[in-house]
Nanobody
Framework: QVQLVESGGGLVQPGGSLRLSCVAS????????MGWYRQAPGEQRELVAA???????NYIDSVKGRFTISRDNAKNTVNLQMKSLKPEDTAVYYC?????????????????WGQGTQVTVSS
């Protein structure tokens, strides 16, 4: 079964940094676009950053210049480097990936979510 495993969340003071990682495993044929979402208490889930298979990136305005999304295709990994963290960045962060899985010579298209990792920015 294809799955995403996230790590790197924790408690950090305002102005600090964290690096989130997400590793895909399983019978993967290829991985398309990948992204990081976040959801704060009482709020809807929002897309924070995305990266295509070709390396093109997009960010929401509130994190531009502070967050950097990257991927390592050889390791099936997507990362989110977060710097100059603010209290409003506090949320559960989820990675997402569009995965193509080969099943008996048939390619299946899947959208997979990680389990989520808590990021808390507080003094």
């Amino acid at each position: 079964q294809v799955q995403l495993v996230e790590s790197g969340g924790g408690l950090v003071q305002p102005g600090g940094s964290l690096r989130l990682s997400c590793v895909a495993s399983g019978s993967i044929f290829s991985i398309g676009a990948m992204g990081w979402y976040r959801q704060a208490p009482g709020e809807q889930r929002e897309l924070v950053a995305a990266i295509t298979s070709g390396g093109n990136t997009n960010y929401i305005d509130s994190v531009k210049g502070r967050f950097t999304i990257s991927r390592d295709n050889a390791k099936n990994t997507v990362n989110l480097q977060m710097k100059s963290l603010k209290p409003e960045d506090t949320a559960v962060y989820y990675c997402n990936a569009h995965i193509r899985r080969l099943n008996l010579d048939v390619v299946e298209e899947l959208d997979i979510w990680g389990q989520g990792t808590q990021v808390t920015v507080s003094s």
